[in-house]
């Protein structure tokens, strides 16, 4: 009976480390000290108030790729209106800062797990798990990083400074994004998440000479 005890006692720490472990991987960037022209570049970025429009070659591309992507994110959201507006929000967001959309909602898996008010033990914040000291670096102190736009425009902008810094080396920009630069554990769940959930889905026309 000990025996079984002590065997017990052990999965639970080792499950509970676990889990200590994929919290702490969440939002932890790295404050620094940004250069004149690239803050000032990022300060236009999460400020422009342009109304959000979807970036695809006809509204027949547009619904297609919104009804697919809302099926396979109906689990975790429930509420259809709501997912449109989600999904929405992040095409535009991501395509607007020249990342795949497809890439974000995986960074979205892994780093919230697609819950809105989401906080990591390092207090970011949010879908996409950014620190409040970006508001104060980039933007206002008063800004919501709960607010579904807000929360999307920074962490866009964020990640794709983290490419421009390391010239387009999605592996490294990602280990900046979540503070674990130099380690292949997060890039590596990014990728697979976004690779098993989230690629682009096929046109029509497509599906049916496949």
Request: with cysteine; proline share 3%.
């Amino acid at each position: 009976m000990r025996l079984k005890t002590l065997h017990k006692s052990v999965i639970s720490l080792a499950v509970a480390g676990l889990c200590v472990a994929f919290s702490a991987q969440a939002g932890t960037q790295k404050e620094e000290k940004l250069s004149a022209s690239v803050r000032s570049m990022m300060q236009r970025a999460v400020s422009d108030q342009a109304a959000p429009k979807l970036a695809f070659s006809s509204q027949q591309e547009a619904q297609l790729w919104l009804d697919e992507m809302s099926q396979r994110l109906a689990k975790r959201m429930p509420d259809a209106n709501y997912r449109f507006d989600f999904l929405s929000t992040v095409h535009y967001e991501a395509t607007r800062a020249g990342l795949d959309p497809h890439l974000v909602l995986g960074l979205i898996e892994v780093e919230s797990g697609f819950r809105k008010y989401a906080i990591s033990k390092s207090g970011a914040r949010g879908f996409m798990q950014v620190m409040p000291f970006w508001t104060k670096a980039i933007g206002a102190k008063d800004q919501n990083l709960f607010h579904l736009r807000t929360n999307l425009r920074y962490g866009c902008t964020i990640l794709r400074h983290y490419l421009g810094q390391e010239k387009g080396d999605l592996y490294r920009a990602l280990g900046r994004y979540n503070g674990s630069l130099g380690k292949p554990e997060y890039p590596n769940m990014v990728k697979a998440a976004w690779h098993k959930h989230w690629t682009k889905p096929q046109r029509d026309t497509e599906r049916r000479t496949s």
